[in-house]
């Protein structure tokens, strides 16, 4: 079972060459790009992304929710509760309904500070919606992301990889697995989020299931007894409850 999908927004020529093409000489400008203007694609599996790569490993762009193509590049699992906290003014990053490879249902939402993220998850909390939190998703230098137990379905890892002419000729794999800073991760983020900050702090949360299990025993009783309808139940919970938030105004 596949439990890891790889998020790049590198500028790939195999999927960006309209007759068209603006020119795109900074890695910002080619980030940009992806995230306002190219986007993802919707394929007949359900699943939005951009293609796969040689290890048969999802590549997926960001999308800007300050963009004209955010609603088309939500799949239909996610996309009233992403809009939903939109409107609120959550940063939303990153989300996916779950597939046959994975049944985790999820959204990313990225903050300024520590303190805000706090807030939002106490008032999370609050609202007594079955949802689980996993902030073990991105992997800087500062902050390494901690390895997964053997036992465990995995969670998400979303990869991001800022151009570097060292990694020009590089596999697939290498790219994926190519370090990164806090401070490349604040430019990225700040061009797909329309801000200026200093710093980000993200977290994300799944629906009806933990995307980390705590034991061995936990991750058998989840492949054994997995009942989708305790994911539907906990995402229509949310939506109807979602509106109760304090508004993100950072």
Avoid at 144 to 155: A, D, H, I, L, Y
Wanted: proline share 3%; net charge negative; glycine share 4%.
């Amino acid at each position: 079972m596949k439990s890891q999908y790889e998020y790049r927004v590198q500028y790939e020529q195999q999927y960006v060459q309209e007759e068209t093409l603006p020119a795109l000489n900074t890695p910002e400008d080619r980030h940009h790009y992806a995230m306002f203007v190219k986007g993802n694609e919707h394929f007949d599996n359900g699943r939005t992304y951009v293609y796969k790569d040689e290890f048969g490993k999802y590549v997926s762009s960001f999308v800007s929710q300050y963009s004209d193509i955010m609603e088309k590049n939500l799949e239909p699992g996610v996309k009233d509760a992403v809009l939903a906290l939109q409107k609120k003014g959550y940063l939303t990053f990153t989300s996916c309904q779950g597939h046959d490879d994975s049944k985790h249902r999820y959204i990313g939402i990225v903050f300024n500070t520590k303190e805000q993220k706090g807030q939002f998850m106490r008032e999370m909390r609050d609202l007594r919606c079955d949802i689980y939190w996993y902030d073990n998703v991105i992997n800087t230098v500062e902050r390494p992301r901690k390895e997964v137990p053997w036992w465990s379905e995995g969670g998400i890892t979303l990869h991001i990889v800022y151009d570097d002419d060292n990694y020009e000729n590089s596999s697939q794999m290498e790219k994926r697995e190519k370090p990164y800073t806090d401070g490349e991760l604040t430019k990225f983020w700040n061009i797909q989020t329309c801000r200026n900050y200093q710093h980000y702090e993200c977290i994300v949360f799944s629906f009806g299931y933990p995307m980390l299990e705590k034991s061995l025993w936990e991750r058998i009783k989840k492949a054994l007894f997995y009942n989708h309808y305790k994911v539907t139940s906990a995402y229509h919970d949310f939506c109807k409850k979602v509106d109760r938030l304090t508004e993100y105004l950072a």
